[in-house]
């Protein structure tokens, strides 16, 4: 089930990082770089492919992965988006700073950029660029075990759905 599942293109991941970079190898440090996750609970999102699930298993045990419900991708952008305008950092607070970005995409709401990410949509990863990375709370709780996988009772690796539990405790 879960390779079906990786090798459709129209999934996402929520990716977020959850252990430091010191003392990590060149080889994942990099893949952390281009994923945009450079300080820890750093979250964005990923379009699904041979590349980037290949560079998720490369970074795997500094960060934990899965697919997020709208719910949760609304949440995201509401509470902790922001654009990217000039290489500055500027809330999303007003849809104009959208508009001016990606209105010529025919995204021009907050509404159309959260659908786009949503749904994979032609202009993804146009829309994904606009967004500043997520800057979240460490987990309400903490984390349990990090140095373990997920499926061993640990943090990192691939949560699937369950991803939305643990971003709805860092929001």
């Not at 003392?23 to 699904?48: D, E, H, W």
């Not at 202009?123 to 709780?141: E, M, Q, Y």
Request: charged residues 30%; hydrophobic residues 35%.
């Amino acid at each position: 089930l879960n390779a079906v599942r990786h090798d459709r293109e129209h999934f996402h991941d929520r990716v977020l990082k959850d252990i430091g970079v010191n003392g990590v190898s060149p080889k994942p440090r990099k893949v952390l770089q281009l994923l945009r996750l450079r300080q820890i609970n750093n979250a964005t999102f990923v379009k699904l492919n041979k590349a980037t699930i290949n560079m998720l298993r490369i970074a795997e045990p500094y960060i934990t992965w899965g697919y997020p419900n709208l719910k949760t991708v609304r949440e995201m952008v509401y509470k902790r988006g922001f654009g990217r305008l000039n290489d500055r950092r500027v809330p999303l607070s007003d849809n104009s700073v959208i508009e001016k970005r990606l209105g010529k995409l025919d995204i021009i709401c907050i509404e159309d950029l959260i659908h786009e990410l949503y749904t994979v949509g032609p202009n993804f990863k146009k829309a994904n660029n606009f967004l500043w990375h997520f800057k979240l709370n460490t987990p309400r709780g903490g984390w349990r075990k990090k140095t373990n996988h997920y499926s061993e009772g640990g943090d990192f690796g691939n949560r699937e759905d369950l991803i939305n539990r643990l971003l709805r405790r860092m929001i």
